[in-house]
């Protein structure tokens, strides 16, 4: 079974670990090098099924900046971020947005909108 090294995210520490499956025990993880609980429980979700936070902006019209800061309001999972980027490229909104505003219902069916982080 291959290790996979990766860095944990949660706290301040950001623990260097080294995850594999157990050989004996399949779907079973062996973790090493966190430091607390939210290590394992990150290796495990990183390991099995990771997620990232999408930002980047759109196209506004009629506010005075020419684009407006968004970002997904929960993670979606990590090979569907360059599709994401390439439906959120082709929206334009016309202002005024107000922040929090569901720019993208559902992008991708993931579950995630897409919203504005700043009234424009």
Do not use: W
């Amino acid at each position: 079974m291959e290790t996979k090294e990766m860095i944990c995210i949660l706290c301040p520490l950001g623990c260097k670990m080294q995850v594999k499956e157990k050989q004996e025990k399949p779907g079973e993880l062996s973790v090493r090098g966190q430091q607390c609980k939210l290590g394992v429980d990150y290796a495990y979700d990183e390991y099995r099924n990771p997620n990232r936070t999408v930002t980047s902006t759109v196209v506004i019209h009629n506010a005075p900046l020419a684009r407006l800061p968004v970002k997904t309001d929960k993670p979606i999972p990590k090979e569907l971020i360059f599709p994401a980027i390439e439906e959120i490229r082709k929206v334009e909104v016309n202002g005024p947005v107000q922040i929090g505003a569901v720019i993208i219902k559902n992008l991708l069916g993931t579950e995630s909108n897409l919203i504005a982080t700043r009234s424009l």
